[in-house]
C-alpha cells in the first residue's frame, strides 16, 4: 500500500468509447503525474500536476485529457485511442513537483492496464 | 541530456542468493530513485539516495556521487524479489523529468 490508489485496474475499450483513469493519493502531497509504461520501454512522463495546476505536458496527443480537480485526485480522460494506446497507465504523487530543486521522493499508485481494440 | 545505464539487463538467482544491481550515470544528479516494479506492474519506491548509504532490511544502496554511479544490493533473495529494478535520477536541468534507467529484470528461482 502505496498512499495513491488507481482505478480501474484493467480496462478494454474500443476506439470510439470515452473512458476514464482516475488516481486518488493520500499522503497529503501537492503534486501528482501521469505515466505511460509501453512494452521494452521506458516510462514517459505524460503529465504533471502542482496544486491542481498543469505544470508539463510533455507533448501528450489531445485524445488524452487529464483533469485534476483538487491536489488529491487526478483524471485522465480518454477519447478515440488507437491500438497504440494500450498500456500500463501509471500515476503518481510527491510532496512537491520535482522542478528546479529536483529532490523528493515519487510514490506510485498499482496502474490501470488498458487494451485499446 | 544525462544517460542512465543499469547492469545487469537480467539476473536470474535461486532463493537465498545475494544480488548487486548497479545504475551509471553521466551526470551530477540531485535526485536518485530505486524502484522495484513487482509482476502485477505496481512500482514500490525502495529508496531515495542522490548520496550515501541507507538500508531497509535485506536491502541496501549506496550511491556514489562523484563516481556517478549508485548499487542496489538485496541479501538472503526471496521470491517476492522477482521483477524489475529501476533506477531513476534528475539533474539541475531535468524539470519535472525523472530519467529512467531500462532496468534489471531479476528472477528468484525457489
Known amino acids: 500500500e502505496t498512499g495513491v490508489t488507481q482505478t480501474p485496474r484493467h480496462l478494454v475499450m474500443g476506439m470510439t468509447n470515452k473512458k476514464s483513469l482516475k488516481c486518488e493519493q493520500h499522503l497529503g502531497h501537492n503534486a501528482m503525474y501521469w505515466y505511460k509504461q509501453s512494452a521494452k520501454k521506458p516510462l514517459e512522463l505524460m503529465f504533471v500536476?502542482?496544486?491542481?495546476?498543469?505544470?508539463e505536458n510533455n507533448s501528450v496527443p489531445s485524445r488524452f485529457s487529464p483533469e485534476c480537480p483538487n491536489s488529491s485526485h487526478l483524471f485522465l480522460h480518454l477519447h478515440t485511442l488507437q491500438p497504440e494506446d494500450s498500456a500500463l497507465y501509471l500515476c503518481a504523487s510527491s510532496q512537491e513537483a520535482l522542478a528546479a530543486a529536483n529532490t523528493g521522493e515519487l510514490f506510485f499508485g498499482e496502474g490501470s492496464r488498458l487494451t485499446v481494440l | 541530456g544525462i544517460q542512465v545505464e543499469q547492469s545487469p539487463p537480467d539476473l536470474i538467482l535461486q532463493e537465498g542468493a545475494n544480488s548487486t544491481l548497479r545504475c551509471n550515470f553521466s551526470?551530477?544528479?540531485?535526485?536518485l530513485q530505486w524502484f522495484h516494479q513487482n509482476p502485477w506492474g505496481q512500482l514500490i519506491n525502495l529508496f531515495y539516495?542522490?548520496?550515501?548509504?541507507k538500508q531497509n532490511g535485506r536491502l541496501s544502496a549506496t550511491t556514489v556521487a562523484t563516481e556517478r554511479y549508485s548499487l542496489l544490493y538485496i541479501s538472503s533473495s526471496q521470491t517476492t524479489d522477482s521483477g524489475v529494478y529501476f533506477c531513476a535520477v534528475a539533474g539541475m536541468d531535468s524539470n519535472y523529468q525523472l530519467i529512467w534507467g531500462a532496468g534489471t529484470k531479476l528472477i528468484i528461482k525457489p
Open positions: 539516495i542522490p548520496s550515501g548509504t
Open positions: 551526470d551530477s544528479v540531485n535526485n
Open positions: 500536476y502542482s496544486l491542481e495546476e498543469r505544470v
